[in-house]
């Protein structure tokens, strides 16, 4: 057996005594493990961690290098940390001495360093809401409307107002002729005076 798995497992042995408080001591687990998944990945005949050929052979190295009682979870969380460990090493070295007391095992410190490095989504600037376009009223449509009204004898505003615009805009052909047509130089007053119709003050 090797210096770096004997050393794993001295490790592996105070973390079982004393609880995961040492991040060194998960670190010297962590190379030995990543020595162990490149036999592995020689001996499956593979480049990716995973399959029977793959997961047979990292159990026997585990089971030969003394290191199988660690879980599959706590070997998952610290291949994550290792393959990571040169920019870890450099944001713990950041952190104040409670939190690296706090984030002592590979989940937590996986969980922390991922955080800290996410950058705050940028706000996308809301666009501007268009500005609305005018209605040019023609006169055919004006003159319409006013005939619909004086035809249909009712003094009550909301029948006339209904009179009025089911005259002017018949289709949808009339509203697209709303937001095209230019300004008419025709007013109200004058066309309802064309059908004999005295327009409101």
């Not at 002729?177 to 025709?186: M, Q, T, Y």
């Not at 309802?192 to 003050?201: C, K």
């Amino acid at each position: 057996m090797d210096d770096q798995i004997a050393a794993a497992r001295e490790a592996w042995g105070r973390i079982c005594r004393r609880g995961s408080t040492q991040f060194n001591d998960w670190v010297l687990v962590g190379h030995a493990l990543v020595q162990g998944r490149a036999q592995a990945l020689k001996l499956a005949g593979t480049n990716r961690p995973f399959g029977r050929k793959y997961t047979a052979a990292m159990g026997l190295w585990l089971s030969q290098s003394g290191l199988d009682q660690i879980s599959k979870a706590e070997r998952g969380w610290l291949f994550r940390v290792m393959d990571e460990l040169p920019a870890i090493e450099r944001w713990r070295a950041g952190l104040d001495d409670a939190q690296r007391r706090a984030f002592n095992c590979p989940q937590s410190i996986w969980l922390h360093f991922r955080r800290s490095q996410q950058m705050p989504t940028a706000t996308k600037p809301r666009a501007a809401p268009e500005k609305p376009r005018p209605v040019w009223w023609s006169q055919d449509m004006i003159r319409r409307g006013a005939d619909a009204m004086r035809k249909s004898m009712s003094r009550d505003l909301f029948v006339l107002a209904r009179a009025c615009l089911e005259a002017a805009i018949r289709s949808d052909a009339d509203i697209v002729e709303l937001l095209d047509k230019p300004r008419s130089n025709a007013r109200p007053r004058e066309v309802a005076a064309e059908i004999g119709m005295r327009a409101s003050p």
